[in-house]
């Protein structure tokens, strides 16, 4: 009796594991099918546009805008002693990003009108690009995000008039900050306060 028990144990395992084998085959074409799903939804997923539609006609306006005040207000947009108002947009990228290329555009056009040469048309764009972008970074902190435009275009303007107009440099420079940070403090920054809190009232 014991030997005929021994000899039904093994026959049961085998069975057993014969059983558990076909489970597991059976098993696995449900998780092959199930994978395609997956790909499928994937599949079927849209990827956003990196640039949205208010990005553009937001950066076009803003570039529209500079242009439009430069220009307009030329006497004092132009030169060593320059007041220029539209400068007061540089510190709109503290709110949207899209500021940077409008900013840059529109320098980019008022420059070429302004008559000042290729120095003023190329690093002239470069400072206020360069100015957008490290007060895109800083936006957190108004106040000394405010000061990149007036640094950036004081040493850079500064540089390119003085090269142009046979001027002692940091006097230069030091006239183009002074204008800057007027412009910047005293209309950018309550211009971005004003639309912040448009924004917040909505």
């Not at 144990?9 to 057993?16: H, Q």
């Amino acid at each position: 009796m014991d030997e005929v028990a021994q000899e039904t144990k093994p026959a049961s395992r085998k069975t057993g594991e014969v059983e558990a084998q076909d489970t597991v085959q059976e098993e696995q074409p449900a998780t092959e099918q199930a994978t395609p799903g997956k790909a499928k939804i994937e599949v079927g997923k849209k990827k956003r546009p990196a640039l949205s539609l208010e990005y553009l006609v937001t950066g076009a306006v803003e570039a529209a805008l500079y242009a439009a005040l430069t220009i307009l207000l030329a006497p004092i947009s132009y030169g060593t002693i320059q007041f220029r108002v539209a400068e007061a947009l540089t510190v709109l990228p503290i709110l949207t990003p899209s500021a940077i290329p409008g900013l840059t555009i529109g320098c980019l056009i008022a420059n070429i009108v302004g008559g000042f040469g290729w120095m003023d048309i190329v690093f002239g764009t470069l400072a206020t690009l360069i100015a957008a972008l490290l007060t895109r970074v800083l936006r957190k902190f108004s106040w000394f995000a405010t000061l990149m435009p007036v640094i950036t275009n004081g040493l850079v303007v500064g540089g390119v008039l003085s090269a142009t107009l046979k001027l002692p440099f940091w006097p230069t420079a030091a006239t183009v900050a002074l204008g800057e940070a007027a412009v910047c403090y005293m209309l950018g920054l309550p211009l971005v306060k004003l639309l912040k809190n448009n924004v917040k009232s909505k």
